[in-house]
């Protein structure tokens, strides 16, 4: 009997079909907006990443072709298994085999991108396996920086040993990634009301770099108060270590051993700009000006300029020990499985420093220094030299140790043979046991622009408990209901103390329940239900300007909760040929979502989440014949809010992709794909210095900055096997 359900909640394919980014696996909507559930990422059985604000995914893990494949956990189990909100993808290494194999890939793009890995493998001796894979990925983006070729540049290594005896399997495996990311996608263009924006005259939506026009910043060091030069890509990378020893044990009864443990080491660093208003020189006093900054010589400038702030962390260690365990066993009714799962995570004084500047509208902008004029002498009214102020106004920081311990069980029982129950529990304790600094704590340092003085201890104990069922009844051979009932609970670790201001942090709750009916036969598999979800507790961070240029970070609470119906297809109407359909409805609004910014209070609660749309659609055909393989995707988004008051919107927009494949023969395989088919242009997302814009006529045709749709890329691989 076909389990249509499975085969829609388990199915991993695109999951690497990102438009917004090549490097990390996209968002599944699951019903709530992606930072509040996001794609986890696990190799061997443990996440690739403890804490994605400390190491990020994209530079610790890469889909680097030496995996044996990739599958998905949905809501229910990534709860369970995992103790995350959201969906996540499930990728284990490669292995040695019985003969020596080879593989090289081979990418590159439009754009100049270089990326490709050679894997090695093969038998030793004794019942003893080795594999060996190296991946350097060198993405110069889409923009025309001037500064630095490449944006993301990226080196990882693996090897693996692998000892197989009769009950099983043990292996080892060391793996060290260096990567180096400017992380930004920013733009400025004419908004217009409800409608795809407009470029300015002199910047190139997606071609035009945002991110100035030197690779050197002047920072201040937000743990020593020193000053410094630092660059901004080599200075932000991440470096990681990871040590994994994994198996699998058969037992004379039939029951069957998993099992996982991982040391990770990594100097972590990132960087992150963020823009507010733009303004124009036209609109200053009589007595003030505009000059360029850091020049030997005087030079007037004169049209558009725009806030920023950079933000940066460079060289942190973060430490990470994994384990999990899991037992389990197939009977005639029964599939039971229990597992422990334990983590232990330690930042040692994580610091991110952050200036704000001011910088022209233009390609490759220059800062810029607003001057008055005073006793006939034109001063500096904020801005040093660099045309930079507020060094650590807003900083982050945190310190301390994270450990989770989980006791988790999941039942399949199959009652009847045309009825089946998916059970799933999860209890967890979340201990946070650090230091961090509160407002009231660094108005007491000395110098409170860097660590000068005492921190704050956190101290909290987070007993977590998550609940899964689902029901599916076969009540025709073709035909029958499925309902879900869900429990979960999670909560924020040390990274929600970074800011200054206390993030309330309680336990996040999260309900779910659904329903629906589903279809099989030989050519259509269907599924289509309706479901209610919510989330309690969030945390977030942003930040605020005000008018007098002014700018802080605030972390703030909110609820999220949405109700939504989703009908998923699978049809094969003839051999070859495959087409995946899905529409899901939905209407995702904030409750209890308050704060007060620079003395005013903003209450968001009951308006549309940010970045979300409420109608999604998902067509995907492909066609199978002899050695060619042709294939498509394209997913609807319809409007969508880009400020937390959801008074500026982005129109609805299409992501579309679309490949070729040509299998030579077994050893040789080529592949021409394309992003952004339909070559859709301008904005998508968020725009900058929106977070209060309760009025948004000041926007409309007005220049703004935001991101932008990933422009038309073509993409062409090559894989030889030897």
């Given at each position: 009997m076909k389990d249509t359900v499975a085969t829609v909640q388990h199915g991993a394919s695109n999951m690497m079909l990102n438009a917004s980014s090549e490097s990390e696996p996209r968002f599944?909507?699951?019903?709530?907006?992606?930072?509040?559930?996001?794609?986890?990422?696990?190799?061997?059985?443990?996440?690739?990443?403890?804490?994605?604000?400390?190491?990020?995914?994209?530079q610790a893990w890469r889909q680097d072709g030496s995996f044996a494949g990739a599958t998905s956990r949905n809501l229910s189990e990534t709860a369970i298994k995992l103790g995350e909100v959201g969906v996540s993808m499930i990728t284990n290494s490669k292995k040695g085999g019985n003969k020596f194999a080879g593989v090289f890939n081979l990418k590159t793009n439009s754009f100049g991108l270089m990326s490709g890995?050679?894997?090695?493998?093969?038998?030793?001796?004794?019942?003893?396996?080795?594999?060996?894979?190296?991946?350097?990925?060198?993405?110069?983006?889409?923009?025309?920086?001037?500064?630095?070729?490449?944006?993301?540049?990226?080196?990882?290594?693996?090897?693996?040993?692998?000892?197989?005896?009769?009950?099983?399997?043990?292996?080892?495996?060391?793996?060290?990634?260096?990567?180096?990311?400017?992380?930004?996608?920013?733009?400025?263009?004419?908004?217009r009301d409800g409608k795809q924006v407009d470029a300015l005259?002199?910047?190139?939506?997606?071609?035009?770099?945002?991110?100035?026009?030197?690779?050197?910043w002047h920072v201040k060091d937000p743990l020593t108060g020193e000053y410094k030069d630092i660059n901004i890509l080599d200075d932000t990378g991440t470096q990681t270590h990871m040590l994994d020893l994994f198996g699998k044990h058969t037992f004379d009864n039939g029951m069957n051993l998993d099992y996982s443990f991982r040391y990770q080491h990594a100097l972590s660093g990132a960087n992150e700009f963020a823009y507010s208003a733009i303004t124009d020189a036209s609109n200053l006093l009589a007595n003030q000006r505009y000059?360029?900054?850091?020049?030997?010589?005087?030079?007037?400038?004169t049209g558009l300029v725009q806030n920023g702030t950079f933000q940066y962390s460079s060289g942190n260690p973060v430490n990470t020990v994994m384990a999990r365990l899991?037992?389990?066993?197939?009977?005639?009714?029964?599939?039971?499985?229990?597992?422990?799962?334990?983590?232990?995570?330690?930042?040692d004084k994580r610091a991110t420093g952050i200036l704000t500047f001011l910088q022209e509208v233009a390609e490759n902008p220059q800062h810029v220094i607003q001057q008055e004029l005073v006793n006939g002498v034109w001063t500096n009214t904020k801005a040093d030299q660099y045309g930079q102020w507020n060094y650590n106004n807003s900083m982050f920081y945190y310190d301390g140790t994270e450990t989770r311990n989980a006791i988790y069980a999941t039942e399949q029982w199959k009652i009847l043979p045309n009825l089946k129950l998916d059970l799933g529990a999860r209890f967890e304790w979340h201990?946070?046991?650090?230091?961090?600094?509160?407002?009231?704590?660094?108005?007491?340092?000395?110098?409170?622009?860097?660590?000068s003085g005492e921190t704050q201890k956190i101290k909290k104990d987070n007993f977590n408990k998550s609940f899964t069922a689902t029901l599916?009844?076969?009540?025709?051979?073709?035909?029958?209901?499925?309902g879900d009932a869900y429990y979960i609970e999670a909560t924020d670790g040390l990274s929600a103390y970074k800011s200054s201001n206390d993030p309330l942090a309680k336990t996040n709750v999260v309900p779910y329940f659904a329903g629906g009916v589903f279809f099989n036969s030989k050519w259509i598999s269907v599924i289509s239900r309706v479901s209610r979800i919510s989330r309690s507790n969030l945390v977030a961070s942003g930040g605020f300007n005000n008018s007098s240029g002014e700018n802080t970070k605030l972390t703030f609470n909110y609820d999220i909760k949405t109700v939504g119906w989703t009908t998923d297809a699978n049809i094969t109407p003839f051999k070859g040929f495959d087409l995946h359909l899905m529409l899901t409805l939905q209407n995702p609004v904030y409750d209890n979502f308050e704060f007060d910014v620079f003395g005013e209070h903003y209450d968001y609660s009951g308006l549309p989440a940010r970045i979300t749309s409420k109608t999604l659609i998902e067509i995907d055909p492909s066609y199978q014949w002899k050695k060619f393989r042709v294939w498509a995707s394209a997913?609807?988004?319809?409007?969508?809010?880009?400020?937390?008051?959801?008074?500026?919107?982005?129109?609805?927009?299409?992501?579309?992709?679309?490949?070729?494949?040509?299998?030579?023969?077994?050893?040789?395989?080529?592949?021409?794909?394309?992003?952004?088919?339909?070559?859709?242009?301008?904005?998508?997302?968020?725009?900058?210095?929106?977070?209060?814009?309760?009025?948004?006529?000041?926007?409309?045709?007005?220049?703004?900055?935001?991101?932008?749709?990933?422009?038309?890329?073509?993409?062409?691989?090559?894989?030889?096997?030897?």
């Open positions: 599944i909507n699951v019903g709530l907006p992606e930072a509040t559930g996001g794609t986890v990422v696990t190799e061997n059985g443990l996440a690739v990443t403890f804490n994605a604000n400390a190491v990020k995914t994209n890995n050679l894997s090695l493998s093969g038998p030793l001796k004794r019942g003893w396996y080795y594999a060996a894979n190296a991946f350097v990925n060198l993405d110069p983006g889409t923009t025309n920086v001037n500064f630095t070729r490449f944006l993301d540049k990226t080196q990882l290594y693996k090897g693996i040993l692998t000892k197989r005896y009769k009950k099983g399997e043990f292996n080892v495996q060391y793996k060290y990634v260096t990567s180096k990311m400017l992380n930004t996608k920013m733009s400025p263009y004419i908004y005259d002199n910047f190139d939506i997606a071609h035009g770099n945002y991110l100035g026009n030197s690779i050197t000059i360029y900054a850091n020049k030997t010589t005087e030079q007037v400038y899991e037992l389990d066993k197939k009977h005639e009714k029964h599939h039971w499985l229990v597992g422990f799962q334990s983590s232990y995570f330690n930042a201990r946070i046991n650090g230091n961090w600094a509160p407002g009231t704590v660094r108005n007491s340092w000395d110098d409170k622009t860097w660590i599916t009844w076969h009540i025709l051979k073709n035909f029958g209901i499925i997913r609807y988004f319809s409007k969508q809010s880009c400020s937390y008051p959801a008074t500026l919107y982005f129109p609805s927009r299409w992501e579309t992709f679309a490949g070729f494949d040509y299998t030579h023969n077994k050893h040789v395989k080529f592949s021409l794909n394309v992003v952004n088919l339909l070559n859709q242009t301008g904005a998508q997302g968020r725009i900058s210095g929106t977070n209060t814009a309760i009025d948004p006529t000041p926007y409309y045709d007005q220049p703004v900055a935001g991101t932008y749709i990933r422009p038309f890329t073509v993409e062409f691989k090559t894989q030889i096997k030897f």
